[in-house]
């Protein structure tokens, strides 16, 4: 026999060209070669917009401080600002687990149950039982992050889906916590009497006339690092790719389950250290309070532009997403609007928000 | 007589038993290096579960592997990639909403020198661009003005050019691909297997699945036909008619009674 099978297929006849294939020999050969088409505007916007899923908030946030700035008197003082961030920075913490959660394509209805929870364990180790501060806030984060391993675990091994296992243990968090804390909240003035430091966050800061908490500033620290570890690490990108598509992350090596408990883990972990932001926020511990925390995370994460079937989103887009809430909020409220249109507004803002994010993903190549 | 050629990877009488059901009894293997070989089979013939066994994705029951000679146990196709073996999945395996670069590295990621990688764990995204805009240029896929471009923007051939890249970047041994033209049209198609073949022109052996003959005789050098769960024969891609490889692939015609091989080639 003779060699055809070289390294390069050396020696061996060039095949003739199938009949078929004859159409072909002039054809265009440049089908796997990257060049912008011409496209109509509204294409060209639907680009843009996908490339930068954090335009469209920015410009909603943009737009609406201006508009209430102009109808409403006091919106542009410095107490209304700095209320505003105060405002959003509980949300916007939870919004930083929600974000992570929601980018693995799951959803977690109990952060806020998880906060409270976390924050009556605290409260209580620390007032109640008189174990100092420091050790009463660190059971606390551990409290947090097993809630959210529970989470993780149900959610990997047992392959329930992320909306039904928090939905269960949302509920079960909650009677947890009621049982804890038998019901009863803790009293501001006797945790400044043994637990000062569990009112930390809220320590206000004056800068120039704006009166910011140290929890304002904790907030921005936590998106600040998980921008970083999601855009700068390989398990930030593996979030992504987990989100995007489980199966094709598994076959390129990255290890699925682990990504996604580990989501689960930390998401709790932030939950807890919400829930020490949260005391210096309101001053005492409620096991009632926060109820609407669950929803109002997911509300900052879809009107930042996260994608809800993952993979897409940025964590900065949920700050702004949280903003966008708080601005209006404070916007209706100053302009002399009933609450009950705060509420129909944020509705309206999510419902938008989703008919974008749908909109963007049917892009066009 | 030209030098002794030895099997990048050999599979000895390799079982795989699903139940009552054998998918592999006792199947041979051979791939010799730069040579293009596909593996062709009527579907339930045991060619995928053979493929599989190759790359970690099924722990065969019995029988031998030796990649260099050296026998290899895998039980994750990414055991497979670690020893230099880069698979070409049907599917693809490429994360839409991520960069060209990103998915070119998903799951091998650069870091930066010093603190900043070690500590930091940070991301060298600049070598990693520099990377894959090279690989991509290597194999002519490059007129790419935006290698942050989404793979979900691409177009399927464009996609799959992309994923032999990544394959073909990172092999050191081989390359399986998974019926690379199944999905394309025509035109598309025609690219690929010219991309097949730059990549084997660069050394590099390749095993092809596909059920498209005209496909396959255009660039294979040797073709294993799988009947049975078994090695049925292989034979030489320029030495048998289409419609012969297809009669022996269905049973319809004795096979040769010789095993096609390289000249100068040896078993381990």
């Known amino acids: 026999m003779t060699d055809q099978s070289g390294?390069?297929?050396?020696?061996?006849p060039k095949r003739e060209m199938q009949d078929f294939e004859k159409v072909l020999d002039q054809s265009a050969t440049d089908v796997a070669s990257f060049h912008n088409r011409d496209r109509t505007l509204v294409a060209s916007v639907q680009h843009i917009l996908h490339a930068n899923p954090t335009l469209v908030p920015v410009i909603v946030l943009i737009v609406s401080v201006l508009v209430f700035g102009a109808i409403a008197n006091n919106f542009f003082t410095p107490f209304n600002i700095s209320l505003i961030i105060q405002q959003v920075t509980i949300i916007g913490i939870l919004g930083v687990a929600q974000t992570l959660i929601i980018l693995t394509a799951g959803i977690d209805l109990s952060v806020a149950a998880i906060m409270v929870l976390s924050s009556v364990v605290m409260g209580k180790l620390a007032v109640n039982f008189g174990i100092p501060a420091p050790i009463a806030i660190i059971i606390g984060f551990a409290v947090g992050a097993l809630c959210g391993a529970i989470n993780g675990l149900l959610v990997?091994?047992?392959?329930?889906?992320?909306?039904?296992?928090?939905?269960?243990?949302?509920?079960?968090?909650?009677?947890?916590?009621?049982?804890?804390?038998?019901?009863?909240?803790?009293r501001s003035q006797d945790i400044d009497a043994t637990a000062p430091m569990l009112k930390w966050f809220g320590e206000r800061i004056d800068i120039l006339g704006f009166q910011f908490t140290t929890g304002s500033f904790l907030m921005l620290f936590l998106f600040a690092l998980f921008w970083y570890l999601l855009n700068w690490t390989p398990w930030g990108r593996h979030v992504y790719a987990?989100?995007?598509?489980?199966?094709?992350?598994?076959?390129?090596?990255?290890?699925?389950?682990?990504?996604?408990?580990?989501?689960?883990?930390?998401?709790?972990?932030?939950?807890?250290?919400?829930?020490?932001?949260a005391i210096g926020r309101v001053g005492s511990v409620s096991p009632q309070s926060f109820q609407e925390g669950n929803l109002d995370s997911i509300t900052a994460v879809v009107i930042g532009g996260c994608s809800l079937f993952g993979g897409r989103g940025s964590i900065i887009g949920t700050l702004i997403g949280a903003l966008i809430v708080g601005v209006f909020r404070s916007g209706l409220n100053?302009?002399?609007?009933?609450?009950?249109?705060?509420?129909?507004?944020?509705?309206?803002l999510i419902i938008i928000a989703v008919a974008i994010d749908q909109w963007l993903r049917k892009v066009s190549a | 007589m030209a030098e002794t050629l030895t099997p990048v990877l050999q599979a000895n009488k390799?079982?795989?038993?699903?139940?009552?059901?054998?998918?592999?009894?006792?199947?041979?293997?051979?791939?010799?290096?730069?040579?293009?070989?596909?593996?062709?089979?009527?579907?339930?013939?045991?060619?995928?579960?053979?493929?599989?066994?190759?790359?970690?994705?099924?722990?065969?029951?019995?029988?031998?592997?030796?990649?260099?000679?050296?026998?290899?146990?895998f039980t994750t196709p990414i055991d497979a990639r670690d020893k230099g073996i880069e698979i070409v999945y049907q599917n693809l395996a490429l994360s839409p909403a991520?960069?060209?670069?990103?998915?070119?590295?998903?799951?091998?990621?650069?870091?930066?020198?010093?603190?900043?990688?070690?500590?930091f764990r940070m991301l060298d995204k600049k070598r990693m661009k520099a990377f894959a805009r090279d690989k991509l240029t290597e194999l002519g896929l490059l007129t790419i003005q935006n290698i942050d471009q989404l793979v979900e923007t691409l177009s399927g051939g464009q996609r799959q050019g992309v994923a032999v890249a990544r394959a073909a970047a990172f092999a050191t041994k081989f390359v399986i691909m998974d019926e690379p033209t199944a999905a394309l049209g025509v035109k598309e198609s025609r690219r690929v297997l010219d991309l097949i073949k730059d990549v084997q022109?660069?050394?590099?052996?390749?095993?092809?699945?596909?059920?498209?003959?005209?496909?396959?005789?255009?660039?294979?050098?040797r073709i294993h036909i799988h009947r049975l769960g078994k090695r049925h024969a292989v034979v030489r891609a320029d030495e048998i008619s289409m419609s012969d490889a297809v009669a022996i692939m269905t049973g319809a015609l004795e096979p040769p009674a010789e095993i096609a091989r390289p000249e100068g080639a040896t078993l381990h």
């Open chain 2, 201 to 221: 022109a660069r050394g590099m052996a390749i095993v092809l699945i596909s059920h498209n003959m005209p496909h396959v005789f255009e660039v294979a050098d």
């Open chain 1, 156 to 186: 990997t091994r047992l392959r329930l889906p992320p909306f039904i296992v928090t939905l269960g243990t949302w509920s079960i968090f909650f009677a947890l916590n009621l049982w804890y804390s038998e019901s009863q909240s803790i």
């Open chain 1, 7 to 12: 390294p390069n297929g050396e020696g061996r």
């Open chain 1, 242 to 277: 987990v989100g995007d598509d489980a199966e094709a992350a598994g076959l390129s090596g990255i290890r699925v389950n682990r990504v996604l408990t580990s989501v689960y883990v930390i998401g709790g972990f932030l939950c807890a250290i919400a829930a020490w932001a």
């Open chain 1, 334 to 348: 100053l302009s002399g609007v009933d609450v009950l249109w705060q509420d129909f507004a944020v509705g309206l």
């Open chain 2, 98 to 119: 991520l960069s060209i670069a990103d998915n070119l590295f998903l799951g091998r990621e650069l870091f930066r020198g010093g603190l900043l990688g070690k500590t």
């Open chain 2, 14 to 73: 390799l079982v795989k038993r699903y139940g009552r059901v054998t998918a592999m009894d006792h199947a041979d293997f051979e791939l010799y290096p730069g040579e293009i070989l596909a593996v062709i089979g009527d579907n339930g013939a045991g060619k995928s579960t053979m493929v599989k066994s190759l790359c970690g994705a099924v722990v065969p029951d019995d029988g031998q592997i030796l990649l260099d000679g050296q026998p290899v146990h």
